[in-house]
């Protein structure tokens, strides 16, 4: 089926520096979101974010996130600063008209 | 949101078929039911969704009540790769026409033994 590329599939980074996750959406797909997951908890939504605005976030988004798709490339997530508790798998998500989300792998971030 | 209310956890052996249920009592006139499922260290994959009707794919049917307070997700002939965290949600609509996110809540943990 269609697949969703996260790059990098795992970084390790020192707190306070800067991170960018990358999401290859599915070609032709609208609607991309990032969603956060600690582990042994729950998925939890971040961000979504359509023609080149962000629709809709949550509490989690905090002001040192931001999204971005530059020209149709990848769709990306950068925290700057980070802290320790960014330390999580982001997930990025696709969609298109069908209403069904298209999930990656996962990008594992830890933050020391 | 709107919520969903599922067990925790269920055992099944290979080969049987499996009846996972979740309970959305407040579900509105226009939320979809879907379902997705997780293994540890990937990605949800959607298994399917419905509105009022049944419905079936390769991967499972769906079995919503008619009343749409509950529904069913049934596995037929579970495998080892079946086990996962299954995850019943309702499809909120989000601020700006045909936006929307999902929201996951624990899902039920399936283990699936030999």
């Known amino acids: 089926g269609p697949k969703v590329l996260q790059i990098p599939s795992h970084q390790i980074i020192d707190m306070g520096q800067m991170v960018t996750l990358n999401c290859d959406p599915v070609?032709?797909?609208?609607?991309f979101y990032w969603y956060k997951q600690i582990l042994g908890q729950q998925m939890e939504f971040l961000v979504n974010?359509?023609?080149?605005?962000?629709?809709?976030k949550s509490k989690l988004f905090k002001d040192q996130f931001s999204v971005e798709r530059p020209d149709g490339s990848y769709f990306t997530l950068k925290i700057q600063p980070t802290a320790l508790e960014d330390s999580a798998v982001y997930f990025c998500?696709?969609?298109?008209?069908?209403?069904?989300?298209?999930f990656g792998e996962g990008s594992k971030l830890t933050v020391l | 949101d709107a919520k969903t209310t599922q067990p925790d956890s269920m055992e099944s052996t290979e080969g049987e078929t499996v009846h996972l249920p979740c309970s959305h009592a407040?579900?509105?006139?226009?939320?979809?039911i879907y379902w997705y499922r997780q293994v540890p260290l990937q990605g949800p994959e959607y298994v399917t969704h419905?509105?009022?009707q049944n419905t079936t794919n390769s991967m499972a049917f769906l079995a919503i009540a008619s009343d749409r307070k509950s529904s069913t997700l049934i596995l037929p002939h579970v495998s080892l790769r079946d086990a996962a965290v299954y995850h019943c949600?309702?499809?909120?609509?989000?601020?700006?026409?045909?936006?929307?996110?999902?929201?996951f809540g624990k899902g039920t943990l399936l283990t699936v033994t030999p």
């Open positions: 949600i309702l499809r909120v609509a989000s601020s700006g026409g045909s936006n929307y996110k999902l929201t």
């Open positions: 974010f359509y023609n080149g605005k962000v629709m809709e």
């Open positions: 407040t579900i509105s006139g226009n939320e979809y």
């Open positions: 998500a696709s969609r298109g008209n069908t209403g069904q989300l298209y």
């Open positions: 070609s032709n797909h609208l609607y």
């Open positions: 419905g509105l009022q």
